[in-house]
């Protein structure tokens, strides 16, 4: 057995779990180097939510964030997360997108695209892999793990054995709502390793209280590499503390060769930034705690901060527990999509209104309707064609990879884009193309931000000064 690959998240999925994302390049730039030096596998950093919160709340250039950490951290891959077709927005795009900014992020400094696709079609995954090997990069798809009664061991071999086929590097088990158990987690990632040749990687959330103990589990029964957080941001719906793990499995065959001591200058960085957060409010204490009752709700913690949200805006927070339990008929219904960005904000926005209104389905909201129809991919169960009617109406339903109904739209990306930006780069219209609402808005404060330095620059170039 290798050592144990750590995969540390504290740059991208750590602070969208607690903090929603909002991290700034300010808080990250000064420990970048120390990071770097640690030995971690890898760095994950981008991708997700990042894009959305860089261009929506922070006023930053994601390209620019990713160049500069990129520079601080030359000895250490940079990953990120990419929705398969999806890429980091909210619909499907045509294929000269997900291949222009797959081919943009590996050179802006990506190393490891994780690809994932919230039904577990591999047909929207077929060409974000093709476009990171095309590029030199690793392409890891990811296997969006739920529970049910169609989700048996077979199911997630089956789905193994065709990422493999499709060119992937290595597979990821994501348990975005921390729904494995230690023994689980050990079975599944045995039979995984029987049926496939390449690395297996565990991502799973604190959420329940179980990570720790599936990381072991898994490690034991062969698993390659695994995701964790620096304490001061990890537990709660974030990860598994990185300095644990490390002394969980030093003087052993899995020893990850990293330094435990060293570990201790990050955590006191991160703790100041921690303290920073709790007092901004930025950072709710509670996010920390576990909460089994993900195990029965199999509700992602952001989902669930989601719904609360939803609810207490119709004034209605009191009927929370009554849309927890809506939640999984909505799923069943609409072929037991695993809850994931976007089917978990699809499933849960649904559930909200079947219960604020008193009525289920009385109100049908434009994603939902697209789920039922095929607008996202095949759901692993087959959806009722009663209530896919019903749903869509005399509508026909969408049995085709959905990019296939999609016309290139690069070119049209780029005239749009030139509304707002003189002469766009690739990735200026890629920011547009993910956010078409919030890109002007940004663009505009760039530029703003732009010419005040040339002006700041102007005039101390014009001032005189004494001999």
Known sequence: ???????????????????ATRMSMDDMRPILSTIDKMGFYSAECWGGATFDSCIRFLDEDPWERLRTIRKEMPNTKLQMLFRGQNMLGYRHYADDVVEYFVQKSIANGIDIIR????????????????????????????????????????????????IESAGADSICIKDMAALLTPYEAESLVRELKAAVKVPIQLHTHYTSGLASMCIIKAVEAGADAVDTALSPLALGTSHAPTESIVAAFMGTEYDTGIDLAALGELREYFMGLRKKYIDSGLLDPTMLATNTKALLYQVPGGMLSNLLSQLKQAGKADKLDDV?????????????????????????????????TGERYKT?????????????????????????????????PINCRPADLLEPEFEKMKQETSAYVNDPSVEDILTYAMFPKVAPNFFEKRR???????????DKANKVHPV
């Open 1 to 19: 057995m290798a050592k144990l690959k750590i995969t540390e998240t504290v740059l991208r999925d750590a602070h969208q779990s607690l903090l």
């Open 115 to 162: 690809i994932f696709d919230a039904l577990n079609d591999i047909r929207n995954l077929e060409t974000a892999i093709k476009a990171a090997k095309k590029e030199q990069g690793h392409a890891q798809v990811a296997i969006s793990y739920t529970t049910g009664d169609v989700f048996t061991h077979e199911y997630y071999v089956n789905y193994a054995k065709q």
């Open 324 to 356: 927890l339990a809506e939640v999984p008929r909505v799923r069943k219904d609409s072929g037991f999509p695993p809850l994931v960005t976007p089917t978990s904000q699809i499933v849960g926005t649904q559930a909200v209104f079947n219960v604020i």
């Open 364 to 396: 049908v909201t434009k994603e939902f309707k697209g789920l039922v129809k095929g607008e996202y991919g095949k759901t692993p169960v087959e959806i009722d064609p009663e209530f896919q009617k019903k749903i869509i109406g005399a509508e026909e």
């Open 448 to 458: 703003d931000r732009e010419v005040g330095i040339d002006a700041v620059h102007a």
